[in-house]
Structure formats: structure tokens, C-alpha cells
């Protein structure tokens, strides 16, 4: 079949054949393309990439999905080294596999790459990290679940221009890593999340011009002052006028509650335009901080309040009155809310279409079945909060009740 569509279509530049049952012989009959997913792809072995170093090969290519395939050995990113010189974007993610020497061995020869994703790659090492750097100017750098990263400086260095970086759950990322990723003048979106550092070093470099999007969720060591200094640097400069980050994460789930009433007030007043705003499980929020949320932010369209033990009915009223453009609400956890919810979330439907009260005991079922032709998408149960709280929301057909405006979705 793929013979077929390459014969057929010899200008063919995008193929996405993940998941199938593609072999050695596939990509044999490759060529002229520019963008090729094979990921989670089996049945191909190292002899399929060797097909690119020879014959019409696919020199073009300038993209390249391997997430998934752990197949694929030393020897098989040596021929693709050597078959695709022009590849800018790599993706490697689910390769727990992946070693040190494989992404060398990459390297040698692909000296244009821009992007690389490595989600999932928890044997790589600096080694990995400064190989990449010396040959690479990387605009975007994802890394998930890795403890064996230390020394961010030599890639923040040689990239200069990077503007997205991801990096969750790198629990060893040193102090003077975040001092190097603060340096950054162009970075827009930055994910730390689960790094447990401070972020002094962050607001305090040319990093925090430009962020767009940032997620510090998990960090405990987050304060009113770090909340300050987001709120002081976090701007972005067009030609115009300063636009503030329109997407801030700043959960701090299951984290040291030390963000207070006067951190989030600090946190409105000074950033009006944010429209995505997460506070879940910040157990010293009270209502009086989602007056000042709604007050100031009245563009708000995404809040997720989740496991916000304090909050009241009050909380939810003080929404309908100021952020009247909101769109997505999340309240699961809420203990201390009553069926005057469901009553007060009517007033903002529309534009109000996706709602979450999982195990919120304290609002009725009825309640919550009067939202169903208000709202496009909603979820809802009672389940008892322990379970919340250890085990995440926990849904069985006599308690929890799903929707969607779409009959072939709706679950009840």
C-alpha cells in the first residue's frame, strides 16, 4: 500500500505512519519526503534506515517521529546521521532505552537541528546534553522524567534563541541550570514543573521578557515574593503596547501552602490580560482571593481551582459577577460547596461551557442535572473526599455523572 501511495504521488512531503505494521521494505520505497512519523512502529528494524543512506533515500527529511521505537539501536541513528543531514526536528520520546551514545552517534553528522524531544529518556546524561549543544542551536528542548541532567548551561548557551523549553520532573537541575535558563532573551513558554527550586533566578534574567506560558506547578518553595517578582518581570514587549503572559500555570499542587490572599491580589492586579489561570490545591486560598481574581481579571477563560479546600459558594457567586467570559471551570475537591453552585454557574452559561464538580459532596446530583442543557461538557460525582485526596476522583455509575452535548459522547 505504501509502494503504491509513493509511486502514485511522487511530490508527497508529510507522512505519518505511526502505528502500523510497516517494515524494512517501507522505507525502501521512501523519497523526496520532508516530514516522516514512524512512531511506535515495530516490524522495521536498523537495515530500514541503512535504505537512507543509499539509493534516493529520503535526504529531504527535516522531521523525524522514532517515539516509541525501541528498536532501533546505535547502529540505526548512525544511518540516520548519515541519510538525513538536513533534519531539523527529532522526536524520541518513550525510548527509555535511549543511551548517551545514540544521540553521539545522531549528532555527528544532523548539525541543523532545531527541535528535539526526549519525553521519556531516562538513561541519557549531561554527556547527551552537551554533545546536543555543540553541534545544535536549538529553538525548542523537551525532556521529561529525567534525573540524571544536571547542567543545562552549555545548551542555554549554544541556543541562544531557544523559546520553548519543557522540563518536568528533572529533579536534579541545579540552581546554577536555572541561573543559565534566567539568561535566556527569548524564551516564551517554560515548564519546570515538579523541579522543586526557587525562581529568583528566573524573574531576576532576561528570561522573563518574553514568557508567554510558564508552569511552575509542583515547585514548593514558591512564596508570595516569588509571586511578586512574576507579576513585576513576567511582561512582554510588542511593538505596542506590554502584553501580559496570557497562559500562567501556577498550581503549586500538592505543595507548601505558603501563597497567600496578597500574593494572588499582587498576581491580579498587576497581570489584568491572563486568560488561563491554575490554582489548584493551594489550601490557603480563601474566597477573598477569587474576588481579586475575578475583580481584576476579567478576561479569564480557563480556571482551574481544583482541591481548594476553603472555597464557598461565595467563591463561585464572586466568578459570575466579574469573570463573565470564563469558559472552562474546574471546582473538583471543593468540599465546601452546595447546590447554590450549579444555581450561581447558570448565570454564565453561555459563555460558560465545561464544568468539573468531581467529588464534590456537597452538591446534589439534581443540582448539578440542571446544568445539562446549559453547558456543552460536565462532569460531577460525590464521591467522599479521602478518596480525592489519595487516590484522585474515583467514578462508578452510581455516583458519577459525565456529559456532552454530542449524543454519541453523552455518558451518564
Request: charged share 20%; with cysteine.
Amino acid at each position: 500500500m505504501v509502494q503504491r501511495i509513493a509511486e502514485g504521488c511522487p511530490s508527497l512531503l508529510y507522512l505519518n505512519l505511526s502505528c502500523t505494521l510497516v517494515t524494512n521494505i517501507t522505507l525502501r520505497e521512501l523519497s523526496s519526503l520532508q516530514y516522516l512519523s514512524l512512531a511506535y512502529c515495530y516490524k522495521f528494524t536498523d537495515e530500514g534506515f541503512l535504505y537512507l543512506t543509499t539509493g534516493k533515500g529520503c535526504r529531504r527529511l527535516i522531521h523525524l517521529d522514532l517515539s516509541g521505537c525501541t528498536q532501533v539501536s546505535l547502529n540505526g541513528f548512525r544511518y540516520i546521521s548519515t541519510g538525513c543531514p538536513s533534519l531539523t526536528e527529532i522526536v524520541l520520546n518513550d525510548l527509555p532505552t535511549l543511551s548517551d551514545n545514540c544521540i553521539m552517534a545522531l549528532v555527528a553528522e544532523c548539525r541543523c537541528l532545531s527541535a528535539v524531544s526526549l519525553l521519556d529518556a531516562p538513561n541519557l546524561s549531561d554527556a547527551a546534553l552537551r554533545a546536543i549543544a555543540k553541534v545544535a542551536k536549538l529553538r525548542t528542548f523537551s525532556t521529561e522524567g529525567n534525573n540524571q541532567f544536571t547542567d543545562w548551561k552549555a545548551l542555554c548557551t549554544s541556543s541562544p534563541d531557544l523559546c520553548t523549553l519543557h522540563a518536568t520532573e528533572c529533579l536534579r537541575m541545579t540552581d546554577a541550570s536555572l541561573r543559565s535558563v534566567g539568561a535566556l532573551k527569548n524564551l516564551q513558554y517554560l515548564n519546570i514543573s515538579l523541579c522543586i527550586k526557587w525562581i529568583q533566578y528566573l524573574t531576576e534574567g532576561a528570561s522573563s521578557a518574553k514568557l508567554r506560558e510558564l508552569n511552575i506547578s509542583h515547585c514548593s518553595r514558591i512564596s508570595d515574593t516569588s509571586v511578586k517578582r512574576i507579576t513585576q518581570r513576567c511582561i512582554y514587549y510588542c511593538t505596542h503596547t506590554p502584553i501580559y503572559p496570557a497562559s500562567l500555570n501556577l498550581p503549586l499542587s500538592q505543595c507548601s501552602p505558603i501563597v497567600s490572599l496578597d500574593g494572588v491580589w499582587k498576581l491580579c492586579k498587576n497581570m489584568r490580560d491572563l486568560e488561563h489561570v491554575d490554582v489548584s490545591h493551594c489550601v490557603a486560598l480563601s474566597d477573598s482571593a477569587i474576588r481579586a481574581l475575578s475583580f481584576h481579571c476579567r478576561g479569564l477563560i480557563t480556571l482551574r481551582m481544583s482541591g481548594c479546600t476553603k472555597m464557598t459558594d461565595m467563591s463561585v457567586q464572586y466568578l459570575t459577577t466579574g469573570a463573565q467570559y470564563l469558559r472552562e471551570l474546574d471546582v473538583s475537591g471543593c468540599v465546601l460547596l452546595t447546590d447554590r453552585t450549579p444555581h450561581y454557574l447558570e448565570r454564565i452559561c453561555p459563555p460558560l461551557c465545561s464544568v468539573t464538580m468531581t467529588c464534590c459532596s456537597g452538591i446534589s446530583k439534581s443540582a448539578a442535572l440542571k446544568l445539562q442543557p446549559r453547558v456543552d461538557s460536565w462532569e460531577h460525582n460525590s464521591v467522599h473526599p479521602p478518596y480525592y485526596r489519595m487516590f484522585g476522583c474515583i467514578e462508578s455509575s452510581e455516583m458519577s455523572v459525565k456529559t456532552s452535548t454530542d449524543p454519541a459522547m453523552r455518558l451518564i
